[in-house]
């Protein structure tokens, strides 16, 4: 007769969970998501040659990214804040807790089953993306080509150079890279409010606010602080919200790359640095209340 | 007790690490010119309260695209005053998107600027003129802002060239900026040679062009267009430059 130790902490455990939470979520139909960005996608690359080339891939980046920046926000709020009520509901939560699985990781479970859901659809979607990009410049090449014909060798491929770094800059990679942090920062905070939360609404509601707080707070900052003047108690709220709600322009890097500007590798090192600190802290913070709820 | 100094200890220890880096990574935003918008009121009035919390709710770039999409079809429609209007919010809105400025100064500087001098509702031609010059200023500022915002990249300072060229016949400041895109990274080949071109018609300033566009030819088959050497040849006989310094009539091929 073989007995097995029991573990404090198992990966084999976490990963059962996670596979389980991806499937639950992927029977959610959630993938829908990504068929609306490819119909965004393909409409707005159809509505935009009319444009002149720069033109249109400018635009084409723009919304490409910021769609996808809005979709996996947006998932990885919707798809977090129905875990745990949902378990709760369903008294699926029971069944596991009362095996011996710890709730640390039955959290780390869940938020990895999100974060694996939200890492195929950037994915997915940025392979629809890449593949609209490189149909639009070859099309744009070929034009060029037609219309260059009779020019030197010199000129045709400084067009064609021109048609190319229009289209296609390797700074888009640390754009998706960092909507992907983002959204996994945003699913973190949803799973920590969730766990004080009683209703998926509730959590969903919270996190629409947090999201702006995030988005406006350092802007609000420097505004106030420029017209009102730094007060005492204008300083400690100011302090307060800087604290607990994340800076989320810092992940904001969209506008810039879209527009052209190189991002520097530290740049980037530091964004998604930041990023994984705040989602680990957030989980951190997730299990702290977690870990002493009734259930 | 001991609860809630834990979570009094663990803020501090949480705020200790993210204020300090939210503050470099700021800093580094700033150092790079990312995130130049100056969101106050009035920039509230001008694109309304929704654009204005997309704006800062991380969606920059797609208000500045609506409104780019909006500013096209205003401009097919030839309502010019509309056009300057939201091409003013889209450079507000994406300050580091050059296609924005130099589009923006096209629309005002060549295409208004040509309605204006056609216009036919105004039956004074001074009044047309007036109106032309000022959509030329327009134009001109679109650039000279773009630049203030972009300072490291040379397609607005082409695009200045080419409006003083064009639109001014100031061929001064015409090189000036041809060879200010010509000195920074990623700039057209052609750029150095416009610069020198310009100067080729500037009184008093022959002898350095010729320099410049004997440089050019001394460069190689590349550089030796047709335009280059009919200004090389012109500027010879009025340098009065010795016959066997002179470039040949017609190049060996």
């Known amino acids: ?295 | 007790m001991m609860r809630i100094l834990l979570v009094i200890l663990g803020a501090a220890l949480f705020g200790a690490v993210k204020l300090p880096a939210e503050h470099a990574i700021s800093q580094t935003h700033r150092e790079l010119h990312f995130r130049a918008v100056d969101f106050d009121p009035a920039l509230r009035d001008q694109i309304g309260q929704l654009g204005f919390i997309a704006g800062l709710s991380g969606f920059r770039s797609l208000v500045a695209d609506v409104l780019f999409v909006q500013a096209h079809v205003a401009w097919e429609r030839t309502e010019w005053g509309r056009v300057l209007l939201l091409f003013r919010q889209v450079t507000t809105l994406q300050p580091r998107a050059i296609l924005f400025w130099d589009t923006a100064a096209w629309h005002m500087a060549w295409n208004a600027s040509a309605a204006a001098l056609r216009d036919s509702t105004q039956p004074r031609l001074a009044l047309r003129i007036k109106a032309q010059r000022e959509y030329f200023r327009l134009g001109k500022d679109f650039l000279e802002r773009g630049i203030k915002y972009n300072p490291d990249r040379p397609q607005l300072y082409e695009a200045l060239a080419r409006l003083y060229r064009d639109k001014y016949n100031d061929h001064e400041h015409a090189a000036e900026f041809f060879a200010k895109a010509a000195s920074l990274p990623g700039a057209p080949s052609y750029a150095k040679r416009f610069a020198a071109y310009e100067l080729s018609y500037c009184e008093g300033r022959e002898k350095e062009a010729y320099d410049r566009l004997h440089a050019l030819y001394a460069a190689g088959e590349s550089e030796r267009l047709p335009t280059l050497i009919r200004l090389l040849k012109q500027l010879e006989i009025k340098l009065a430059i010795p016959p066997d310094q002179r470039i040949p009539d017609s190049i060996p091929q």
């Open chain 1, 1 to 295: 007769m073989t007995t097995s130790i029991h573990r404090a902490f198992s990966i084999g455990r976490i990963a059962a969970i996670t596979g389980n939470t991806f499937t639950e979520l992927t029977r959610l139909k959630i993938f829908y998501v990504v068929l609306l960005f490819a119909l965004l996608l393909i409409g707005n690359s159809i509505f935009m040659a009319q444009f002149t080339f720069q033109q249109e891939f400018q635009v084409l980046k723009d919304i490409a990214l910021g769609s996808m920046s809005i979709l996996t926000s947006v998932l990885a709020v919707v798809a977090t804040a129905r875990l745990i009520p949902q378990d709760i509901e369903d008294r699926t939560i029971y069944t596991i807790l009362a095996k011996p699985v710890a709730r640390v990781e039955y959290l780390l479970g869940k938020l990895a089953g999100v974060l694996l859901l939200l890492a195929i659809s950037v994915i997915i979607m940025s392979a629809l993306f890449f593949v609209v990009l490189k149909v639009r410049e070859q099309t744009v090449i070929h034009e060029t080509l037609r219309q260059m014909r009779a020019s030197p060798p010199e000129q045709m491929a400084e067009a064609l150079g021109a048609v190319r770094a229009s289209a296609f800059q390797a700074n888009l990679f640390s754009g998706i890279a960092i909507i992907y942090v983002k959204a996994s920062v945003l699913a973190a905070l949803t799973l920590f409010v969730s766990t004080f939360a009683t209703t998926t609404i509730f959590t969903t509601v919270v996190m629409v606010f947090v999201y702006f707080i995030g988005h406006l707070q350092s802007t609000a900052r420097a505004y106030w602080l420029q017209t009102n003047g730094g007060g005492g108690i204008t300083k400690f709220f100011l302090a307060f919200v800087a604290l607990f709600f994340p800076d989320l322009q810092l992940f904001n890097l969209l506008d810039d790359i879209v527009a052209g500007t190189a991002i520097p590798p530290t740049l980037f090192a530091k964004t998604a640095t930041l990023g994984f600190f705040y989602t680990g802290f957030y989980l951190l913070l997730a299990w702290s209340v977690f870990h002493r709820k009734e259930l």
